[in-house]
Nanobody
Framework: EVQLQASGGGLVQAGGSLRLSCAASGFTLDDYIIGWFRQAPGKERERVSFISSGTGSTYYADSVKGRFTISSDNAKNTMYLQMNTLKPEDTAVYYC???????????????????WGKGTQVTVSS
């Protein structure tokens, strides 16, 4: 059974940093595209970043480019999202998700992922 467990959220001041983790079980990271979505109150769930750990290919939403870095540790079967220079608008519940390989970045939308983890809250104060 594919399972994803997200952790690492918290409260941070604007300009600060957090690192989110997503531990995977029931599959190996090389076999999937994995990544992060986020959902702020009253807003739709949006794409943040993805990684295809087998190839090292990554995707970032324009809103986080240059500030967030996605990575994976295959030995630990865990994915990370390093978030720097955080802004109040980054406040949201962050979810990790997985999709089968071979899909293009554009196809990775909230309604069409194969597996989801429970969210972790990130709150950035101004």
């Amino acid at each position: 059974e594919v399972q994803l467990q997200a952790s690492g959220g918290g409260l941070v001041q604007a300009g600060g940093s957090l690192r989110l983790s997503c531990a995977a079980s029931g599959f190996t990271l090389d076999d999937y595209i994995i990544g992060w979505f986020r959902q702020a109150p009253g807003k739709e769930r949006e794409r943040v970043s993805f990684i295809s750990s087998g190839t090292g290919s990554t995707y970032y939403a324009d809103s986080v480019k240059g500030r967030f870095t996605i990575s994976s540790d295959n030995a630990k079967n865990t994915m990370y999202l390093q978030m720097n220079t955080l802004k109040p608008e980054d406040t949201a519940v962050y979810y990790c998700a997985a999709a089968s390989l071979g899909r293009g970045w554009d196809s990775l939308v909230a309604g069409d992922m194969d597996s989801w983890g429970k969210g972790t809250q990130v709150t950035v104060s101004s």
